[in-house]
Structure formats: C-alpha cells, structure tokens
C-alpha cells in the first residue's frame, strides 16, 4: 500500500450561483486535514458567464454546449496558472467543474435509469493548459452506484470536525455544518450516528434572481437590501409550502428545480415593495433551514452548534434572521471560527477529494449521498 505524503493541490470550483471561478493552493497531509495557503476568485468573462446562464435555462444548442465545455476548462486553466505562476506546479488539480445540469431522480427510459449530473470544464483542456495531472467528475461514480451525487462535502465536513471538539463537560460536540451558496445544504456531524447529510432548498439562487432583476446588481452585499425590507408573512407562508422542504432525506436539489420559470412564478403573488421581496426570500433561506433541521434532525439528533460557510455566511440579514428562527440553545457559527475559509470551503473540500483520488481513498458517504457502497470518487486527465 502506497504511504500516504501531504500534496499541494490546487483546487478549482463554480457553484450554482456562477459568481467566479474559486481557485485555492491547498496542502492536503495524510491525516485529511487542509490548509488554504492562498485562494483567488477568478471571474468568468462577461459572455461565457452569460452562456453559462443560457445553459441553466436550457436555451443553447448541443454545440453551444460542446464549445463551451473546452471555453469553461480554459477559463478553470487560466485560473490554476495564477496561483501556479506565483508559487509554482502544484502535485495535481482538483476541479470540481461547473455544474449545467443535475438530475438525481429514478426516472426510466426503456427500464434504463436517466439519474444523471453534468458538469463542464473539460479536463483535459485543465491538465494541458497547467501542465498538471488533473482530477474532475467527482459526482458520476456515486450516480452510478445508485446514490444522488450530492452532497459530496460531507466527508471533508467528517474529517475536520467529528470528534474534534469538546463542551465545557468533556463531551464531543454535534454539528449541523450549514453552507449557503446557490442551493443550501447541511452536514449532520454526530458522534453517536453516522454521517449523514441532504440540500435544505435554495440558497442565493432566488435571491440573486430577484437582486439582479429589480436591482441590478449581483448580489445583495451583506444583506444591505434585504435589512431594508419587510418580511412578508403571508407570501413566506406559501413560500414554505413547496414539495421538495417535506421530501424525507438523503435529497438533492438544484438550479433546475429552482430555475427563472420556478422564480418567475412565485413573483406573481410576491409583495409589490422590492426590498420586501428581497427580505422575505432571505427569511425564506433561513426559515427552510430551520424547519429540515425540526423535521429531519432534532427528532434523533442533538445540535450543540450550527456552522454556516458560502456566501450566506456574509449576509448579516441571512445570519440574524437564522438566529432569530434556530433555537437559542443551538450556538451559531462560521466557518472562520474553526479556522476554515468561509469563501473557500468548498474548494479545500474538493482538494481533499483530489487527495483521496490519488490515493485511492472511498469519499462518498453513502449515508448522505444514498448509495450503494463507498466509492473512490474522480476521473483522471493527465497533460
């Protein structure tokens, strides 16, 4: 058996939110522990991120889609070579890739499973523009030993913090470990059951719709606009009433259950007031989160504390909304706290899984993903 070595590994990540490209020169040690020695957020040029948002809405052609696999590789290329130019050749590239279509239902076609994902940023284009072995396709393996490909960030949540933290009484801590990016999801980390995690429901995703939409911006910064509205209850309510917050665990969801037609047509009975549209979506994360938690967790599992990574952890208007709506028992935490990159989570998380490619190492956890058996997840391109 090979003796495991720590590795530097660049890795590379864009989530549903589409904001960047996340770059970050990680060293990865044999105990599975990751530092971020520098990480970068690398923008898409103007019209590849536009394409990219054609390709959420289904509204390119299979060419369109075939060019724009190899444009996003040299896009996560470009990004790689500039950490690479300031501290020289990783041992290898992580790169999550960017994810245009996930669907992790058991529908058939000729009794022939269509579960399915597909992320773009051809990795060959990666190995050969950064000289550099190259790991990518992380979600396959899983699909197709019968779980959802997602969420894969639970193992890399096991590792950094099961059985890694004490109370004030000598007892190991239970963690929901919360990330808000596009689409929100939480890791249950539980001394006493395994492992096991599920998406909570969207994110940023409507959020940012709504913002660029009736603001034109990005993004709301720190949660400036939504702290300048009203929550409204009734529409919030109805909000609360959609399939997917009641479907029991392992769950996945993505951009295309939440896409523009899902968004559009919530609008139709939103608050006429756009600063109450924006605060009653950013309730509307936080209330979502709070009630999986009642529903899926509290039931058999005890939370001491909730750690909340992805850009939901900046918006100040998100974080006071979840404390207003989580138990005040439970305390409320990012991931700073621990010493892990709230911007960069997800790409140490995705070097760890490069690590454990190289090394052979399963990293699915089929008590959060639903599958079959532990896999070693990731395809290989070399330059």
Same mark, same amino acid.
């Given at each position: 058996?090979?003796?495991?070595?720590?590795?530097?590994?660049?890795?590379?990540?864009?989530?549903?939110?589409?904001?960047?490209?996340?770059?970050?020169?990680?060293?990865?040690?044999?105990?599975?522990?990751?530092?971020?020695?520098?990480?970068?957020?690398?923008?898409?040029?103007?019209?590849?991120?536009?394409?990219?948002?054609?390709?959420?809405?289904?509204?390119?052609?299979?060419?369109?889609?075939?060019?724009?696999?190899?444009?996003?590789?040299?896009?996560?290329?470009?990004?790689?070579?500039?950490?690479?130019?300031?501290?020289?050749?990783?041992?290898?590239?992580?790169?999550?890739?960017?994810?245009?279509?996930?669907?992790?239902?058991?529908?058939?076609?000729?009794?022939?499973?269509?579960?399915?994902?597909?992320?773009?940023?051809?990795?060959?284009?990666?190995?050969?523009?950064?000289?550099?072995?190259?790991?990518?396709?992380?979600?396959?393996?899983?699909?197709?030993?019968?779980?959802?490909?997602?969420?894969?960030?639970?193992?890399?949540?096991?590792?950094?913090?099961?059985?890694?933290?004490?109370?004030?009484?000598?007892?190991?801590?239970?963690?929901?470990?919360?990330?808000?990016?596009?689409?929100?999801?939480?890791?249950?980390?539980?001394?006493?059951?395994?492992? +096991?995690?599920?998406?909570?429901?969207?994110?940023?995703?409507?959020?940012?719709?709504?913002?660029?939409?009736?603001?034109?911006?990005?993004?709301?910064?720190?949660?400036?606009?939504?702290?300048?509205?009203?929550?409204?209850?009734?529409?919030?309510?109805?909000?609360?009433?959609?399939?997917?917050? +009641?479907?029991?665990?392992?769950?996945?969801?993505?951009?295309?259950?939440?896409?523009?037609?899902?968004?559009?047509?919530?609008?139709?009975?939103?608050?006429?007031?756009?600063?109450?549209?924006?605060?009653?979506?950013?309730?509307?994360?936080?209330?979502?989160?709070?009630?999986?938690?009642?529903?899926?967790?509290?039931?058999?599992?005890?939370?001491?504390?909730?750690?909340?990574?992805?850009?939901?952890?900046?918006?100040?208007?998100?974080?006071?909304?979840?404390?207003?709506?989580?138990?005040?028992?439970?305390?409320?935490?990012?991931?700073?706290?621990?010493?892990?990159?709230?911007?960069?989570?997800?790409?140490?998380?995705?070097?760890?899984?490069?690590?454990?490619?190289?090394?052979?190492?399963?990293?699915?956890?089929?008590?959060?993903?639903?599958?079959?058996?532990?896999?070693?997840?990731?395809?290989?391109?070399?330059?």
């Amino acid at each position: 058996m090979q003796e495991k070595e720590s590795k530097k590994i660049i890795g590379l990540m864009s989530g549903t939110s589409c904001d960047s490209i996340d770059a970050g020169l990680c060293e990865v040690y044999p105990d599975l522990s990751v530092k971020l020695i520098q990480g970068i957020n690398h923008p898409y040029p103007e019209h590849i991120r536009a394409k990219i948002f054609s390709a959420f809405r289904g509204d390119i052609s299979i060419k369109e889609l075939c060019q724009l696999n190899f444009a996003v590789g040299r896009c996560f290329a470009d990004a790689a070579n500039i950490l690479i130019g300031e501290f020289g050749k990783p041992d290898l590239i992580s790169s999550h890739g960017q994810t245009v279509y996930h669907y992790p239902y058991d529908e058939k076609l000729d009794n022939i499973s269509l579960k399915s994902t597909l992320q773009i940023g051809e990795s060959a284009v990666i190995a050969k523009e950064t000289g550099c072995m190259t790991v990518s396709n992380y979600r396959e393996n899983d699909i197709a030993n019968n779980g959802q490909g997602a969420p894969l960030v639970c193992f890399a949540d096991e590792k950094w913090f099961l059985n890694k933290y004490v109370d004030e009484n000598g007892r190991y801590k239970n963690f929901a470990i919360q990330n808000i990016g596009g689409i929100s999801n939480v890791t249950v980390v539980n001394s006493d059951t395994a492992t +096991f995690g599920f998406d909570t429901g969207c994110g940023n995703i409507m959020i940012d719709y709504c913002v660029q939409k009736l603001f034109n911006q990005k993004y709301d910064k720190n949660g400036e606009i939504a702290a300048e509205g009203n929550i409204c209850e009734s529409w919030l309510d109805c909000l609360l009433q959609d399939e997917y917050y +009641f479907i029991d665990p392992p769950k996945t969801t993505g951009r295309e259950y939440f896409s523009p037609k899902y968004i559009e047509n919530i609008l139709k009975t939103a608050p006429s007031e756009p600063k109450d549209i924006i605060a009653t979506l950013t309730a509307l994360t936080a209330k979502t989160i709070s009630q999986a938690y009642e529903r899926f967790l509290y039931p058999s599992v005890h939370i001491d504390t909730c750690v909340i990574g992805g850009g939901g952890a900046y918006n100040k208007t998100m974080m006071k909304f979840l404390r207003m709506y989580l138990p005040n028992r439970i305390e409320l935490k990012t991931h700073e706290d621990f010493g892990i990159s709230n911007n960069f989570k997800e790409v140490m998380a995705f070097a760890l899984l490069g690590y454990c490619n190289y090394y052979g190492i399963s990293s699915n956890l089929p008590s959060c993903t639903g599958a079959d058996k532990r896999v070693v997840l990731g395809k290989i391109s070399l330059p």
